[in-house]
């Protein structure tokens, strides 16, 4: 029987259908939805999120040391956060298999940076697999937990945005226990990577690699597709989709494999076309690799580029040097951007509004609240990963003295700083200064579509668990400044800012309110305002909160009353407005009620 | 429509929370139960927070590429006015616009930097006379449920393409929960009812 299903979906599904007993992940778009759908749909696999890429990975190593099949799954730049555990995994090797799943975001859709995961295979020197399609997502889970119990290596499966959310058919099967027996087994040799056992093993991975660079050569998912002979193609993953799009009378190299290369494979295959291409999305890696086999490569990078992801019509132009579709072209008209924006009631906007009137400068994070670099609010001047702003900041008060003083504050999230925030939080307590760190604490992990965290009281399948109680984890740090607020109390945050940035000492705010998408524990009132439009005198102060549940509206000249100065007035859109007050409350003239 | 060799391709767009990806999954559901390949595929993730989203679907015999190549979509389906220029290179030459006769106003425009472009739907027809354009918000509250604006426009969809309704039909009746199984087929009914042929 054939399901449509997305590349989350079919790995979720190969997880089940391979045996895999424990799962475990921390949420990153676009590789949130493989432990969301193994939650949901296959009680059979032990899963929980993590908090964060690092944990998942030892949490899988740990299943998998015991016997047990095991996934860990994360996006690009979870493996940064994972590469500890990650590269010497490479040396200890499994017991029962272990798949490291990794997402790629080429063209950056929700990522800060396009780095290609391949090189880590390659710098680990494990062994990396990629599918094309939603079947291969599949199949290629049982493939790699084959591998690496048969190689005794972890294996990366690396999806990517249009793997991960493309959806296309797949076989479905049932499911088959993995093969090891599970157990306590000692062997500190092959497991406790003392320097004098480390040694031991490193001559092992060196040589696993020349054995999985000759099992690449009859692997089936490297194939060898002959066309016309002008144009040999190696293409991998959807790029190879992509090119089979656009050129499919001509001759291709598949590699399901990309790390390590099959040597002989790659060198019969460009004995027998005339003009050898390598179509692939990131990095020169299977260029550069087929290049140091000696082999001429006619075409790659130069014609694809190093940035952005690859599309249909980029590999067109690339392979023939234009497009054959005959586009009816744009229509002439300069749009507006249509960016991501917070919610209507979301409570980043009202903390960012009470940050704003500080005029601080923010060392923010990664989640919802990053928007709050965009305009109107404008209210982020730093992001570079998962729990970065708090150590920034931190360092940033300790360089510049009075110069940052009562200006620089860190902002990040609730499931940001369980992923990451606590160490660098635990280093500005220990080494001191003045910097005011603030939680945006909204009771979820927003961004990637709301889900649970060790904050929330709630696992993976909803089983009630344990909260965090962030007040106390600060104390218990030393901090003796911490203040919990409701954010949407804007003028509050205020004075409870002012405060705080005036402190000799670090400060802890807490600004709690769970996010305006969250059904439970709502305090929203859901109760539209309304605002007088006789009265309002177009300030613009509510509409500069970029709140979608307002609007201006523009009064030209002739419709202008006598004597009327204001260009201008303010609506609320009532099918969009949840209550929240925060235009009430940066209203100077009380012009916003609640509707009647 | 018929020649069951060439692969169709309808891209569907509009902005985050308009039911857009649930419209293209019962499309895509459909035509992989007509017997078709099918490849779909949209962009999460930042776009849901409000944002232009776009998703693509494709069906025929065998389909690569998981995404349209730019020119060739077949038809395009938009739910909001702006976002159909915004994905208009998309289309192909002699390709068909659906549109929704609805303006979601986005950031630069609610905060008074921008206007709202002047006279879209005019600028649509200039350049594809046959553009149907539903006004599907309203059509919607009158049938008595405003959240099956999608599937209004997939009936209004179904009839540019060659799969029998009965198969929408129960597509939807399995993946809809039953109290909102009639409203929906009638939404679908009411959407095929707009175009003529």
Known sequence: MKEIMSGNEAIARGAYEYGVRLASAYPGTPSTEILENIGAKYPEIVAGWAPNEKVAVEVAAGACYGGARAMAAMKH?????????????????????????????????????EQDTRNYAKFAKVPCIEPSDSQEAKDMVGEALKISEQFDTPVVLLSSTRIAHSMSLVEIGNRVEGPRELGLKKDPVKNVMLPAMARRRHPIVEQRLKDLAQFAETWPYNKIIMGDPSVGIIATGVAFQYAREVMPEASFLKLGMVWPLPEKLVKDFASRVKKLVVIEDLDPFIEEGVRLMGVKVDAGKDVTGLCSELSPEKVEVALKGASSAKSIGPIDVELPMRPPNMCPGCPHRAAFSALKKKKVYVCGDIGCYTLGALQPLGMLDHTLCMGAGIGIAAGMGRALGDLAKGKAVAVIGDSTFFHSGMTPLLELAYNGGSTTVVILDNRTTAMTGAQHHPGTGYTLR???????????LGESFGFKRIRTINPYKVKEMEEVLADELAANEPSLIIARAPCALLKGDRILSDKPLVIDQEACRGCKACINTGCPALEYVKITEEERGEGEKRKGYSRINKTLCVGCGVCQEVCRFDNIQEAS | MSNNNRVYNVLI????????????????????????????????????????????VRFGKIVSSPIIKMGEADVLLSFEQIETLRYFPFLSANGKVIVNDLKVLPPAVFTGQMDYPAGVLGKIKEKVPDTVVVDADALAKKIGNPRIVNVIFLGVLSKFLDIPEHTYEEVLKENLKPKLVDINLKAFQEGRSLVKG
């Open chain 1, 462 to 472: 909803e089983a009630p668990t344990i909260s965090v109680d962030i007040e106390k």
């Open chain 1, 77 to 113: 730049v979870g493996l940064n956060v994972a590469a500890d555990p990650f590269m010497t995994l490479s040396y200890t090797g499994v017991n029962g298999g272990l798949v490291i799943v990794v997402c790629d975001d080429p063209e950056m859709h929700s990522s800060q940076n």
């Open chain 2, 13 to 56: 767009v509009g902005v985050g929370g308009q039911g857009i990806i649930l419209a293209s999954d019962v499309l895509a559901m459909t035509a992989a139960r007509h017997g078709y390949d099918v490849k779909k595929n949209e962009i999460h993730g930042m776009a849901q927070r409000g944002g232009s989203v776009s998703s693509h």
